[in-house]
């Protein structure tokens, strides 16, 4: 085994996220972050203005080959009921296993009742690109993961949104 070789495999794999919202008010962090493998070393923030941009950085432990996790983020003022958005994602060291995503929305009170054993199977049948939008509250996701230059790596872009197309319906 070359050298190269051995030291790469020592460097953790990363999550780097960048987060839109597209809402029309501002977002919050709920707090229930889950760190499957690995750890945060940048939390998202804790709110993030309308038409503001944050970011995340998760890392897998040592001797980890994979990187996994997921949080949830939720509407502060607006409409009524209050609005949810939950963001999961998992990302390999191997470049043949590709990364996956898996992103849900809709009302806060239904996305507080996912559970983590439904989150982790919806996980693991998605893909690299997740988008969901709510018909009844017009909640919207949209996020993939790619893969940067080092198989180690790896880059989720999110936006968090509500669309009017439900109210298009009631006129």
């Not at 998202?44 to 983020?73: D, M, R, V, W």
């Not at 849900?104 to 049948?125: M, P, Q, S």
Request: aromatic fraction near 10%.
């Amino acid at each position: 085994m070359n050298a190269n070789a051995a030291s790469s495999q020592n460097v953790p794999v990363t999550v780097i996220g960048v987060i839109k919202n597209l809402n029309s008010t501002e977002i919050e962090r709920l707090g229930e972050e889950w760190s499957w493998m690995g750890l945060f070393e940048d939390l998202p923030p804790k709110k993030i203005e309308k038409n503001g941009i944050g970011s995340f950085k998760h890392t897998g432990g040592p001797g980890l080959y994979q990187c996994s996790g997921a949080f949830k983020y939720c509407s502060v003022l607006g409409p009524n009921p209050q609005l949810g958005w939950i963001l999961a994602w998992e990302k390999h060291r191997s470049t043949a296993i590709p990364g996956k995503v898996y992103v849900e929305a809709g009302t806060l009170d239904r996305i507080n009742k996912l559970t983590v054993i439904y989150i982790r199977k919806k996980l693991y049948a998605s893909g690299t690109i997740s988008r969901y939008w709510d018909s009844d509250t017009g909640a919207s996701v949209v996020a993939e993961i790619s893969a940067c230059t080092n198989p180690a790596g790896g880059l989720v872009a999110i936006s968090f949104d509500q669309s009017s197309f439900n109210n298009l319906f009631s006129l």
